[in-house]
Structures are given as C-alpha cells and as structure tokens.
C-alpha cells in the first residue's frame, strides 16, 4: 500500500470511529489532541530557540525571509495533504513564526 493509500485508509477508519463516538469521548479526544499540540508546539520552539543560538553566535539576522517562505510553503503543501483549510494552516504558522523571532530579539 502507498503512503497516500494508506493515510487515505486512515482517515477513513479514523471518520468512521469518530462517527461512532459519544459527545464526551469526542471531546477526551479533542483534549488528548490538544495536548499533543501543546507538546509539538514546545518542541518546535525549543528547537527554534537553538535556531536562535546558532544566529547570535554567527552574527546572523533574525529574520531570514527565504526560510520563511519555505516553512509557508511546507506548511499549505502539508495542509493540502490532509485536506485541512491552507490559509488556517498558514495562519497558524505566520503567527508561531512571529512569535520566535519577537523572542530571538529579546534574546540578543
């Protein structure tokens, strides 16, 4: 089975058990899942906290337009492979984005 087939298969039995779930179990569901965003999210920013370090330690600007872009452009590509809203997706990003580089100039 391909990669696509098999999040297709995925998604499809991931739907038809979350069809199948009581109001309270989604929402078990909905805190679980926003645990783990909460755990990406520190993840991400301690990584991009060393992102910074190796900046400030090569003299580096803070903003780097180019991979910006290139982390926009991921985030709409991922976001069109699980068929979730581009723009959310991107918004999202624009905003944690943001977020780091506020904290690399407070750092410097």
Do not use: C, W
């Not at 039995?13 to 009581?22: F, G, L, P, R």
């Not at 805190?31 to 909460?38: K, P, R």
């Not at 991921?74 to 492979?81: F, K, L, P, T, V």
């Amino acid at each position: 089975m391909t990669e696509n087939t098999a999040d297709t298969a995925d998604s499809v039995d991931s739907a038809e058990s979350i069809q199948n779930m009581t109001l309270d179990e989604l929402r078990a569901e909905i805190a679980d899942i926003d645990h783990e965003l909460v755990e990406l999210i520190a993840r991400r920013t301690y990584v991009a906290d060393a992102v910074a370090q190796v900046k400030a330690e090569k003299d580096l600007p803070t903003t780097d337009e180019t991979q910006e872009e290139r982390v926009m452009k991921r985030a709409g590509e991922n976001a069109d492979h699980f068929g979730v809203d581009s723009n959310l997706v991107k918004a999202i990003f624009r905003l944690l984005i943001e977020i780091n580089k506020a904290e690399q100039r407070e750092s410097r």
